[in-house]
């Protein structure tokens, strides 16, 4: 199977999982890895193969079991495992959140695909994709104009992110006991515990941690315009803790014992509690958020 990006990632996000389970136990089927790491089962089984010829695990018919923990080399390197999407997301929003790029400066394709070395389609998909925010606006028969990420957008987005968020929290507590979404949250809580455990070596992984219990949360509303919003959170918020390193150890750990606040209050079906830690982690996120960008600029 060709070694891709997008079978890297997969790979890299199941020696996760293995990293949270004792030598000796065994992985959940073929089917369930698929559906918790979104990914084929063409895909999960190139994964498995590679990690029984490298002797992390035994593989013997259904049964899969840990032989021994995951070590820094059997990972890919982050370079590898991104997507020529993620490629120029990540470097359209350092230049936006570093301020190299000027409100009202015109962004040419071609230009950019040559700056961030990608095709120039993989651009124009991004920025058509991106323009739905209003951060940018194409200028008929000239390019796109940038029109700037500005504290005011800043706080409008903050605005509208607890009011969706809150109101998710609200619905996820009153979800009916049988509902899949309460497995994914203690799923999620395990995680969580884990990462806390070694949060001092590995404070690097809270990012997609961290995506992945907002997407939860958001979930619960079941709305096409809530879920739409989220693309636009997971840009700015979840990418901006990426690319701010300040503080970042301390950031990260305060928000693993926030999200630990709120998963089990949710869990207790205490909604007042809930929407109590909610607002505290939605707080410090947009504290974060303004007080890291030299608005100046």
Known sequence: MKRNNRYKDIHN?????IR??????????ESKLSEELE???????????????????????????ILRKPLKRDYFVSEET??????VEQAFMENILGGHFDVGVLLNESELARQFDVSTSAVREFLIRFSRFGLIEKAPNRGWILK???????????????????????LFVNLPARDEA?????????????????????????????????KLIYSASDNRFINDFYDLITIIFHYHYRWNK??????NTAAVAQHLDIIQALIDKDEEQALAACK???????????????WEK
């Open 148 to 170: 700037g990420f500005t504290q005011k957008f800043a706080l409008e987005l903050s605005d509208v992110r607890e009011l969706f968020e809150q109101r998710s929290v609200r």
């Open 13 to 17: 996000r199941c020696l996760d999982q």
């Open 82 to 87: 991104r997507s020529t999407h993620q490629i």
């Open 280 to 294: 505290v982690h939605l707080a410090q996120a947009r504290q974060t958020l303004l007080s890291s960008i030299d």
């Open 39 to 65: 990914a084929s089962r063409t895909t999960i089984r190139a994964v498995l193969s590679h990690l029984a010829e490298i002797e992390l695990i035994d593989w013997q018919g259904r049964k899969k079991t």
């Open 246 to 251: 300040k503080d970042e150890l301390e950031r």
């Open 182 to 214: 309460w497995q994914a949250l203690t799923h999620l809580q395990q995680e969580h515990l884990a990462l806390q455990a070694r949060l001092q070596q590995d404070y690097l992984q809270f990012s997609n941690l961290d995506n992945r219990f907002h």
């Open 20 to 29: 949270q389970l004792p030598t000796g136990a065994e992985l959940p089927t």
